[in-house]
């Protein structure tokens, strides 16, 4: 929610530390990290477009809830983190058990309202504090003539790329192709300043290319229509040693995910600010390097393995039944990817837990 709104040409790196000193316990404390670090960011004289805030909204016995108490979201059957300015959304994750859409946006609209009142809250802060003048920074040179020639020259070679079809590979050796073309007017002094600029104006001509050619002739980059989906291909039981398995494969993203059962003994002990108790519904999400065909070293768990493991995690735990004995382990090893591979996740944590 809070890096949208920093400028596009403010490139200075920001660190935002929220720190959590105390909590009751009973109220959960990360609704406030969002109204805490755009707080600070209203009252610095960091170049910043908010403010924003963030809530959690509850719907206990059909009820909606603002930032409700631990107790309370145990009973939610909707359950979603909104962030927002005061006049957009900026982001909304959660989860909910098959409500209907409507319901989904009724709780937001409800978010939106709450988060309202803390943004105004803010910019009263801001005045009481007294406004600072942002600081000034380098911003990006721009060569009008340049962008409109670098557009003139590449754009319909780019359209056609784009609605061409072709894989992703030759996709991209084809868009770096015209832009190799196009600096082959200029000499090797020119490059030295105009390189840049002409890389950021190619990247616009990409994506609008990209975003045309779906809006005006309905086709995805691949060819596909915008309601089709990759082709698909399923092995289920596929390795012999775990409990279950399987291979899902979606165009060019494959998941191998395997499930093993455990007993009482294996539940993992879980003792943070938001959670404590033990855990029986484990998943890990794995992404290796290769699978994007990148030569580097893994150093530890990113923010991907993290935020994609937890999505597929909140999507499969409600498939166990509430009393099941077991300890349940499952396993997603991204083999391949090219978009949604958490969605790969989901669907081949699905049928390995059938398979076991």
Request: aromatic share 6%; net charge negative; charged share 25%.
């Given at each position: 929610a809070l890096r949208p709104l920093?400028?596009?040409d403010y490139h200075a790196e920001v660190f935002v530390n929220v720190i959590l000193f105390s909590t009751d316990g009973v109220d959960m404390p990360d609704a406030l990290a969002g109204l805490a670090a755009s707080a600070a960011l209203a009252v610095s004289d960091i170049p910043f477009n908010g403010p924003i805030s963030e809530v959690r909204v509850a719907r206990v016995d059909g009820e909606l809830i603002i930032n409700p108490t631990f107790e309370q979201l145990e009973r939610?059957?909707?359950e979603l983190m909104?962030?927002?300015?005061?006049?957009?959304?900026?982001?909304v994750e959660g989860e909910m058990q098959e409500v209907q859409e409507?319901?989904?946006?009724?709780?937001i609209k409800a978010a939106?309202?709450?988060i309202k009142v803390q943004c105004q809250a803010q910019l009263e802060l801001s005045e009481a504090v007294g406004k600072l003048v942002k600081r000034t920074y380098c911003h990006e040179e721009n060569d009008e003539d340049l962008r409109k020639d670098v557009h003139d020259s590449c754009y319909s070679k780019a359209y056609a790329v784009a609605i061409s079809g072709t894989d992703k590979h030759a996709r991209a050796e084809a868009f770096e192709a015209i832009v190799e073309e196009y600096k082959a007017k200029f000499t090797e002094e020119e490059l030295e300043t105009k390189a840049p600029l002409?890389?950021?104006y190619y990247h616009d001509v990409e994506k609008e290319a990209m975003r045309r050619a779906i809006l005006d002739e309905g086709k995805r980059l691949d060819g596909r229509k915008t309601t089709e989906i990759r082709p698909i291909w399923i092995e289920t039981d596929y390795l012999p040693g775990p409990h279950g398995s399987?291979?899902?494969t979606r165009g060019e993203t494959q998941s191998l995910t395997t499930v093993t059962l455990g007993t009482k003994s294996d539940e993992k002990l879980v003792d943070d600010v938001l959670n404590y108790g033990k855990e029986r519904f484990l998943l890990h999400y794995n992404f290796p390097p290769f699978s994007t065909g990148d030569a580097r070293p893994q150093r530890g768990v990113g923010r991907r393995e993290i935020g994609h493991g937890n999505l597929a995690h909140r999507a499969?735990?409600?498939m166990l039944p509430k009393d099941y004995p077991y300890v349940v382990r499952v396993v997603s090893d991204i083999l391949e990817s090219n978009g949604s591979s958490s969605m790969a996740t989901v669907c081949a944590g699905t049928l390995a837990l059938r398979d076991a």
């Open positions: 920093f400028p596009d939610a059957d909707i909104v962030g927002a300015t005061l006049d957009n959304i900026m982001m409507a319901e989904m946006l009724e709780a939106h309202e709450a002409i890389a950021r399987a291979v899902f499969l735990k409600r």
